[in-house]
Structures are given as C-alpha cells and as structure tokens.
C-alpha cells in the first residue's frame, strides 16, 4: 500500500513521490528567496548615501546575487511546485515519472549551484542583464545552460502528465483553471528557452575563447530579452494562478466565469512575446515601426490580460463573501480579510502588480522610454511587477498550500505581522523609486554623490535614503516569511498519511474536489 496525503479542506490528494518531490523544491525555494532578499537588503543600504555599506565590486556582486536570485532562481523554483501540484493533484492522477522529476531538479540545483559560485568568486559580476562584451566566468553561462535544461525536464514531465491524465480519464473536458494557467507558463517558459539557448550557447564558446572570438552585443541583448522578458511573464502568469488559488484556498471563491479567466490567460500567449522590444527602444537594430508596433502597441495591449485578472479575483472573492450574507456595496471589502495574513498579502500583490504594470506600459513608449529607462523609474516597475506583485502573491499562496501538503503554519501571530510589514514596506519602497524617478536618480550605481564633479549634485539623497529605510522594512517581513515558512516544514507534517488499499483509487467517482474545474471523469484510478 501506498502512502496518499490527502487535504480534508479541499479534498485533494498527493501520493507521497510527487509530495517529496514539492517540499523539496519549496525548500530551495524559500532559501533562494532569503538570499535574494539579504543581497537586496547590500544593495537598499548601499543606495542609501547616509549609509553606502559596500565599496563598488562588492556593491556590483550583490547587486547581481540579488537579480539572478529574485528574477530568475526564487520563482522558477517556486513555480515548479505548481507545476507538479497541477499535473498531478489537480488531475487526480500520480507523476508519470518521479526519477525524471528529481532529475529536473538535479540538473536545475547543479546550474544554481554553478552560477551563485562563480558570483561569490567575484568572476560574474556581471547584473541579471549580463551584457557582453563584460565576460564572466564560463561556468556562469554554462549554468544557465544546465539550469533550463533542468527547467525544460521539469516541463517535459508536465506535458507527459498532463497526456497520462488524460488517457486514463482522469478529468473530462477542459483542464482545471489552475492547470491551465500553469499550461500557458508553461508555454511561455519554453519560448523564452528557446531564446536563452539562442543567447548563452555563443557566449559559453565565446567565455570559454573556443571557435567564437566574439559576440555582438546587440544580438546577445536581442536573444537576452526574448529570454528575460518572456521568462518574467511565466512569473507574472504562475502569479495570477497562486492569486486564484489562494482566494479558493482562504474563502473557497470560485472564478466568476471560468471561460473569461482562461481567455486572459491566453491572450498572454500572444501578448507576451513581442513586448521584449521595448529593450531596443533606443538602439540601432529593428525599425522604428517594428519597435512601435511590438514594444508600445503590443506593450499597451499586454496590460490588458493582467487588468482582467485583477477584475477577476476580486470579483471571485466578493461573489462568495456575498453569497454568505455580506450586505452593502463595501462590506465584502470590509470582510476581505485584514486580519488574514494570505489575504493581505493577496491584496497588496494585486494592488502593487497594478501600480508596477502601469510603469511599464508607459515605458513602452518611445519619449518616456528615453528619459526613464537608465533612472530609477525602471527598478520602480520591476518591484512593484515581480518583487510586489508576484513575490506577495507567491507568499499568500504558500501559507494555504503548506496545509495543504499536511504541515502547520508555525508563528500564526508572527505571519499577521508579516504581511503587514512586507506589503507597506513595498509600497513605500516603490513610492521612494518613483520620488527618485522624478528626480532623475540613476539606477545601478553605487555612489550618486559624484564627488569631485564641478557642477552641484541634485537633491537626490533624501528619496534613496528613504529607499534604504524601506528596504530595511520589507526584507525583515520577507526573511520572517522565509523563517516561518521552513520552520513550518521542519517541523513535520501535522497528520501521517492515508493508507489506500491496493494504492489505485485517488478519488473515488463521487468525489469532485476544489479547484477540480472542467468535469470529473467516471472513474478516476490510476
């Protein structure tokens, strides 16, 4: 008999395999997360002038910790656990292959392991954008290398399972929503590989000086977003997944209307991937009606999926707060749940993926483009989309999760705090980069006191050291997230596990779970 973990809330189950293979991911998870957000806090204390903690190399290495580390490690790992939970729970049905989803996860360790050690030998100091002609360790590129080559395991084993549910007849009719918006990422994902091929397979040659002597650097910048850009929209679509998951995990709310939920989802898929352009805005290569069309027309319409979803979750949770009795037409919001720490962090997400979204379709222009892209309106935009948006709403999602994979959330009244402290300490970390954005404050440097210059610096200093006091707030409510979170797994799961006899039926025929969606076949055995 096999072990089968089953959720008395949701009525979902997991056999133990594709368990392990979770809590494990989560565990690196959580601690890329702790260490993006240590370097980010080098970083808030070095840009803060009453302070300026690192001199410029040391300065330059945390800056690029924490870029890889928070826009590329931390929610990669963290949407492999969505992944595996919805082509397999959400399913009904078991992985396909748990020896390739630990090889996934061998190869994407492996690169981890490959890229954060040549950053600490100081050999790859190079940001998140790594530009050439700056070369970095060969073994830097090599690990992205061997990281998507492990992400791309990870969705090759998604599909097959997803091919496995549907044979056994498992589920009828469309996919869950969830599963559908993990489909979409994944879709995503494997684009934006197909570009990080394109951009790291020269460079690896080129770093390791072997057959390419050089590698221009508006075609690594080209291939590099088509990488980056669509790999941050994978984030922003797992974001919106764990936003409707936690609204069913906290209030058992349902989309209002599943067929407008998946057509936002889809119109990712077309929306996503020419928006990369607004990279090139100001550089020689495509033409100006290219940019136009794919950066600012394109970039308009991308925000138009997202302001679907953030209509949508709302929506979902006020239907169900209504069908309790709520009365009035502000009492749902007054019942949202402030004193929940998911719903709060549920909240400020959306709230700060919006104002983050906003930035970046402005940016998508050609005359705003021009005098925001190199100052601090474009760290403004990254942290109000991925750090705010999609790292709260990640957050909100793990404290229903973790129940549901059968572990107590340890430090209740210490997560109350949490979310409080991480939410307001982001707004008021966007709201300093805006205040430098008008300004002009430069982004990425370590030292804006110019001294020596002949002309007087601006006013600068007093909307970064405002940022360095904002972000010591946020990373003390991020790291406390991070503690709770890996103690609540250490500490064990709060029931032992469901014995099904002969190990073949995970849901009877009766049974319809939560976040089922679609229609529940027959028979469900695996």
């Known amino acids: 008999m096999e072990a089968i973990y089953t959720d008395p809330e949701t009525g ?66 963290f949407e492999a656990t969505l992944w595996l ?13 748990p020896a390739l989803g630990w090889l996934a996860y061998g190869l994407a360790f492996l690169g981890i392991l490959m890229i954060l050690g040549t950053v600490a030998s100081g050999n790859a100091s190079v940001m998140y954008t790594m530009y050439v002609p700056l070369r970095a360790d060969p073994l830097f590129y090599l690990g992205h290398i061997i990281y998507a080559v492990g992400l ?9 399972n997803i091919l496995k549910a549907r044979a056994e007849g498992t589920y009828l009719g469309s996919l869950p929503l969830l599963t559908y918006g993990m489909a979409v990422a994944a879709i995503l994902t494997v684009v934006a590989i197909i570009g990080a091929v394109a951009a790291f397979v020269p460079t690896v040659l080129w770093a390791f000086r072997i057959l390419i002597p050089k590698v221009d650097p508006l075609y690594f910048k080209a291939t590099f977003w088509s990488m980056g850009h669509t790999l941050q929209y994978t984030n922003i679509t797992a974001m919106v997944v764990a936003w409707y998951g936690t609204a069913t995990f906290m209030v058992k709310a349902k989309p209002v209307s599943e067929k407008f939920s998946r057509w936002a989802f889809a119109l990712y898929l077309v929306t996503t991937l020419p928006v990369f352009m607004h990279h090139f805005l100001v550089d020689p290569t495509w033409s100006l009606a290219v940019k136009w069309i794919g950066a600012t027309v394109v970039g308009i319409f991308l925000g138009v999926p997202s302001a ?56 998508t222009t050609m005359q705003i483009n021009m005098i925001e892209h190199n100052n601090m309106w474009i760290p403004a935009h990254i942290h109000g989309t991925l750090a705010g948006g999609a790292t709260l709403g990640f957050m909100a999602f793990t404290y229903g999760f973790l129940p549901h994979l059968g572990f107590e959330i340890k430090g209740k009244r210490f997560a109350q705090y949490q979310a409080w402290l991480t939410g ?18 430069p982004r990425r440097m370590q030292d804006i006191r110019f001294l020596g210059a002949d002309a007087p610096v601006p006013n600068w200093f007093n909307s970064m050291n405002l940022l360095g006091i904002a972000g010591v707030l946020t990373a003390t409510g991020i790291l406390i997230f991070v503690v709770i979170a890996l103690t609540s797994m250490f500490a064990g799961s709060t029931r032992g596990p469901e014995m099904v006899a002969e190990a073949k039926d995970l849901w009877l025929p009766s049974e319809r779970p939560a976040f089922a969606g679609g229609n529940p076949a027959p028979s469900a055995t695996v």
């Open 85 to 97: 939970w919805a082509c397999t729970s959400l399913l009904r049905t078991r992985l396909i292959s």
């Open 152 to 160: 791309l395991t990870l969705l090759i084993l998604f599909g097959l």
């Open 308 to 363: 679907m979803h953030g209509l949508a979750v709302p929506a979902s949770v006020e239907k169900t707060l209504r069908g309790r009795g709520v009365r009035g037409l502000w009492g749902w919001l007054r019942e949202w749940g402030w004193n929940n720490p998911p719903m709060v962090l549920l909240a400020f997400s959306v709230l700060l993926f919006g104002v983050g979204g906003f930035d970046g379709t402005a940016a």
């Open 424 to 441: 307001l300490g982001f707004t008021l970390l966007i709201a300093a980069m805006h205040w430098g954005a008008h300004l002009g404050v």
């Open 12 to 77: 979902l189950r997991l056999d133990r395999a594709t368990r392990r293979l979770i809590v494990t991911f989560l565990v690196t998870a959580f601690l890329a997360l702790g260490g993006a957000v240590i370097a980010a806090l080098l970083v808030a204390l070095t840009r803060a002038p009453a302070i300026q903690l690192l001199w410029p190399s040391a300065y330059y290495m945390a800056l690029t910790f924490h870029g890889i580390l928070a826009l590329t490690i931390w929610p990669h790992v």
